[in-house]
């Protein structure tokens, strides 16, 4: 009996080949669309979906359709939103789009009919009764993942498959549905609609930017860690450091809110400076691959034989190189370099929230470091 969707329950689901049916059936002109009072509520909505991206408090329970609105337009207000972040130039808002969409989905996928369940991950390409992957199609999915229970290492493999429970599929599943919504961004934009959307954009670049200061401030290279400044010494003193002290640094830089000319720039000291290689490996680090990395914690600074703790960090027993930078930053108020930036990045601003190092993602990363 073939699986069949209303209007209500593709609401859950708007990336689903029958809801983009559903939309493209009522054959809606966007351009024209979005010239109407409708059309503009609809954008208004496609803008606070984004928001709630940002925000990383999910509430899914009240966005079923259930509260009168009509399920094509809530459908559209998710096609609206990924044109609003493709005509920005910030790909950590997409990211945050993706993983917000991703963990909707999941939320109602929880409660979902078993037959329905199984037919979208099918669509999706994941088997959730087979209880095993293909070693090929393991390694693809997982490779953003940073859980060790991930690790191939720690897998039963036999035969080239890889065993994996049904729970295991639908965290899985998720995991698919967020890293195939990342490979379909940014979508081609008309200027025309850009400029329709520029003002939208433009708020949710606003926000953006404010969560990131609510989070670390405006950068501050006087509060950094000892481990952070100690890398940056080396490559100022022209020491080629190892990729790990690169990774650690980049990624402590992007979490704090330097853009990527402004991290680049801090390795153009290095002597093996390469501008083309450099641009990919900060682009990767900072989101470009789809997956936003956090500097490592103390613990795995230690393996990596780059932790030089001073008094502060000896007193307080800091777990992570962020929780460093933003004591120090709230004790002395900047004033250790009131307002300073690396020099290589004298324009650098904000452009990213940094990731939460909260107690479940020390535990994690504990785990890692362990295995």
């Known amino acids: 009996m073939p699986i069949e969707f209303d209007k209500k ?22 351009n024209n669309l979005l010239e109407l009072e409708s059309g503009k509520r609809l954008a208004q909505k496609a803008r606070d979906r984004i928001k709630a991206a940002l925000s990383m408090d999910y509430v899914f329970d009240n966005v079923t359709g259930s509260s009168g609105d009509i399920p094509e337009h809530e459908i559209l207000s998710y096609a609206i939103a990924r044109m609003i972040v493709s005509c920005m130039n910030e790909r950590p808002v997409i990211d945050k789009l993706c993983r917000y969409e991703s963990e909707r989905a999941a939320y109602f996928l929880k409660h979902e009919e078993p037959a329905k369940k199984e037919y979208i991950a099918r669509s999706l390409g994941i088997d959730l009764r087979s209880g095993q992957m293909s070693v090929r199609e393991y390694v693809e999915l997982v490779r953003d993942i940073r859980d060790a229970k991930w690790q191939l290492v720690n897998r039963d493999v036999s035969n080239g498959n890889v065993a994996v429970s049904r729970d295991e599929a639908e965290e899985l599943l998720k995991e698919r549905i967020r890293s195939m919504l990342h490979g379909q961004l940014p979508l081609p934009v008309p200027d025309e609609i850009k400029e329709k959307f520029k003002p939208l954009s433009d708020e949710v670049s606003a926000v953006y930017k404010e969560r990131v200061m609510e989070q670390f401030g405006e950068v501050d290279e006087g509060s950094f860690p000892p481990c952070m400044k100690a ?47 450099t641009m990919y490996q900060v682009d990767h680090i900072s989101g470009g691959g789809g997956t936003e990395y956090t500097p490592p914690q103390c613990v795995t600074m230690k393996t990596y034989g780059l932790c030089c703790p001073d008094g502060i960090c000896k007193s307080k027993k800091f777990q992570h190189p962020l929780s460093y930078y933003k004591y120090k930053k709230k004790v002395t108020g900047g004033s250790s370099a009131k307002g300073s930036k690396p020099a290589s990045a004298p324009d650098s601003k904000p452009d990213k929230i940094g990731a939460r190092i909260d107690a479940k993602e020390r535990e994690k990363a504990d785990k890692t470091a362990k295995n």
């Open 9 to 30: 329950e593709l609401v859950k689901y708007p990336f689903l080949k029958e809801a983009h049916s559903l939309v493209g059936s009522r054959a809606y002109a966007l």
């Open 231 to 277: 890398i940056i010494s080396s490559v100022t003193d022209g020491t080629n450091i190892p990729h790990t002290a690169r990774f650690s640094l980049t990624a402590f830089m992007h979490t704090i809110g330097m853009d990527i000319n402004g991290i680049v720039g801090v390795f153009t000291r290095a002597p093996d400076f390469n501008v083309d290689m």
